[in-house]
DNA sequence: CATGAATGAGCATTCATTCAT
DNA sequence: CATGAATGAATGCTCATTCAT
């Protein structure tokens, strides 16, 4: 997959390490995502991961460490996630748009874990930050293969130095949702959301003739609202 | 222009109070752009204001004040700079084609900043977040109005529902300049950035007859250089 | 006199730093006696000096700033003693004698605070302990100062080149009593001591001739424990 | 010998105890010399002991018990060591001369362990310091010996209430070329420290007419080193 | 208005020791 | 006998905020 920031422990058994941290981060993401990484004592880390204070450093270094697992744990879900439903079939195009559903579901799904990377990765030591931006841009890659593959099969028409920047752009749009959706989600259903952004993408606004009306449609209240603010 | 927050003060000079918020806005800029809020000690605000500590919490009733007013003065600045380049000269589409490029130079100008309230501004009491979110909305606003004036005049093919989204992605777009620098900086100049962001986003990818080459087109190493990630 | 460590504080007000480091010295002193360096808490140090934990940090800037403070306050204390009973009447010999008996007398009072060095001294960081002993050297060097003017008035026999160790030696009869206390001190009284040890020292032991009997005569009872450990 | 502390231990053969315990102490004493008996910790011990902490605790009943185990291992060797020197073979002053020499080889040659004893025993319990200390008195009952032996035969002219005293001295002498080492040695030469002190106190130094010149005379370039400093 | 000394709750982390397996 | 995971009291230190001068 991925190459993985190897973190201590004074513990030997690795089943059992597996097993703790997954404790560990599973109380934590609540915790950051409540209260922030700062605003998070290692304490009520260990509490609500049903460790003592002292069994928690057994699987930990630093408070850091359990940050880094936080964010490693949320890129391989989402990873996981978003490979699962990704399918051949079709030309790439369909697969592209198949795709792009599929990650705005996860990412509406996730939405407080996303916030979460981006509002306190910046607190992670540095080489712990890199491990986290590789993730992250491994699964930008995702979105760069599927683009690729439309300009092979003629599906997308793409220039091949931008296929980098459209799948940052990708990505960008289902993390825009989560940090953007006290404005967005009060004016969008996460299907409107989708059914805009992918005509938007896949350039059907602005060619009337290739879109299909129900996708480009926006209700009508909507349209008012938008107006409103 | 926005609603402000009132922040107390015990000093009752107004102008007094304009100047040294100044100092201290200033001075908390570049301290919590170089170690983040956490990371940034109410002594350390005060001294490099210049201010004893005492004196800050004259014009501050708390560090959070000192951070709702570097969010506010950022987002200022950021209005400011890029409402001075607005024109209504030529069609919407043109002038959307120019405010575009405006604001990516000032947010390639202002990317620590951006990237400030990106991070911090969680840490700002909910009042104080709205205050934020407010014009942040509004900043959204301006490219909004141009997207209208787009759709009335012709120039600008969108559905009036999709107006708001598509105002969202302007913004997002430079923000992402900053807050993915370290994916994007490394493939792309700005101006490349401008360039195909801007085609993508006027719809000019897709519809190859209406683009006028040098824009779209990426250099030959960057292509290559895409790919080798 | 010596130079001292500067240690940083956060008070500008240097008489408040000399009143308030006084107040931690004459606190810490005490329980670094009685329960050594590393039993003995900040927070205890603090409630002793009278001043909260907070304000403790406020003149120091570590634990072993204290014991710094501690350490070079003894020495200061020490010479200061030593050097006020030095007198310049008479030759060189009866200087020594005198200021052998003065400086006993000191180190028996300061017993406490000899072995507080000797045995914690070791936890102050590299620099330091090289002040320390610097000021240790200083005042090995009152000694040897008296020892070569003995050498030049002609009434000490002593090869130039043994001056140093020799004021080692007289410095170190000093602090084994006190370091050795728990055997010493259970044979022989101070003024005993101070006594034979003058004697050998100043080699009257072995040439009877020169040797003022109630000098090196001790009691009957002494010889006898002597033997029976 | 010695009466020695018994420290109680859960395992019953004996045998086992004691190569454990040599374990034991092997690695204590060199993280104890490297690092503080407070700088180390029990888990460090047990890993240079090759045994699990568990296993550490069935043979020690706490750190202080480790501590009593490497004090009396030192002194132990240092007599062992010592005692093998010593011969009965001409008078007690030829005695004395080669015992001092020999005491000043193995005293060089053990300069972090005496210093270990010096600077760490005040952490022994009580109890366990009575051990150590009566140690420390044995083995200055074997200087004390040959001061009898040589009042008796008449080789060294000595009152026989300042033999405790004079062995202390000579426990001391060597003891003070560990712990002034930092001057000491930046002056001398073990064979110089040797020669000239073993000369102080046979009081050959201000009896020139019974001195051998080899013995007293100091190098020039020492003599002059010692004015320097 | 300005100063800066004082406060003390709060935090991350350590480590000797225990005990179930 | 051996193992090593678990415990949690204890510690050094920080820092936002106050208030007497």
Chains 1, 2, 3, 4 share one sequence.
Not at 52 to 78: F, M, R, W
């Amino acid at each position: 997959m991925c190459p993985k920031k190897h973190i201590p422990s004074a513990v030997k058994d690795p089943k059992l390490i597996e097993t703790r941290r997954q404790q560990i981060v599973a109380a934590a993401v609540n915790l950051f995502v409540e209260k922030g990484f700062h605003g998070t004592t290692t304490r009520e880390i260990a509490r609500e991961s049903g460790l003592s204070i002292g069994a928690l450093y057994e699987y930990v270094e630093s408070k850091e460490d359990v940050l880094y697992l936080v964010c490693d744990n949320i890129h391989t879900t989402l990873e996981t996630r978003l490979r699962r439903t990704l399918t051949e079939a079709g030309n790439a195009r369909e697969s592209l748009r198949s795709a792009i559903r599929q990650y705005l579901y996860v990412m509406d799904d996730m939405q407080d874990d996303v916030l979460l990377i981006y509002q306190e990765s910046k607190s992670l030591p540095l080489e712990a930050l890199h491990f986290v931006l590789g993730k992250e841009e491994q699964i930008t890659g995702i979105f760069a293969d599927i683009l690729r593959r439309g300009i092979e099969d003629g599906s997308l028409r793409l220039d091949p130095g931008a296929v980098t920047l459209m799948a940052h752009n990708i990505i960008v749009l289902g993390q825009m949702w989560a940090f953007r959706r006290w404005a967005l989600q009060r004016h969008y259903t996460l299907e409107e959301y989708i059914r805009v952004q992918t005509s938007l993408l896949l350039n059907e606004l602005m060619s009337p003739d290739e879109t299909d009306d129900t996708d480009t449609q926006v209700k009508k209240e909507e349209g008012e609202a938008v107006r409103g603010n």
